[in-house]
Nanobody
Framework: QVQLVESGGGSVQAGGSLRLSCAAS????????MGWFRQAPGKEREGVAR???????SYADSVKGRFTIAKDFAKNALVLEMNSLKPEDTAMYYC?????????????????WGQGTQVTVSS
């Protein structure tokens, strides 16, 4: 049974850092496409970062140079390092896996989702 459990969210001041982790079970992260998405109140869900089967990474323009996505093979987990945080980064962050299409495309390709972890950045 596939499960994704996020942790590491919290409240931080602008300019600060947070490290999100997503513990995966029921499959191996090494052979999968995974991603981080976020949704702020009143806004649509947006893709933050993706990492494909081969380790290739892609980022939303709004987080390039500040966020880093990576797989932790030892812990079978997905990590998101977030630096230079801004108030506009405030949102619920979700970990997701695309175990079916493996295209690592739009959110609709991702068939497994975690419950989310809240990130709040104050100015």
């Amino acid at each position: 049974q596939v499960q994704l459990v996020e942790s590491g969210g919290g409240s931080v001041q602008a300019g600060g850092s947070l490290r999100l982790s997503c513990a995966a079970s029921g499959y191996s992260v090494s052979g999968s496409c995974m991603g981080w998405f976020r949704q702020a109140p009143g806004k649509e869900r947006e893709g933050v970062a993706r990492i494909n089967l081969y380790g290739g990474r892609s980022y939303a323009d709004s987080v390039k140079g500040r966020f880093t996505i990576a797989k932790d093979f030892a812990k079978n987990a997905l990590v998101l390092e977030m630096n230079s945080l801004k108030p506009e980064d405030t949102a619920m962050y979700y970990c997701a896996a695309d175990l079916d299409t493996k295209r690592c495309g739009p959110a609709s390709d991702f068939n497994y989702w975690g419950q989310g972890t809240q990130v709040t950045v104050s100015s």
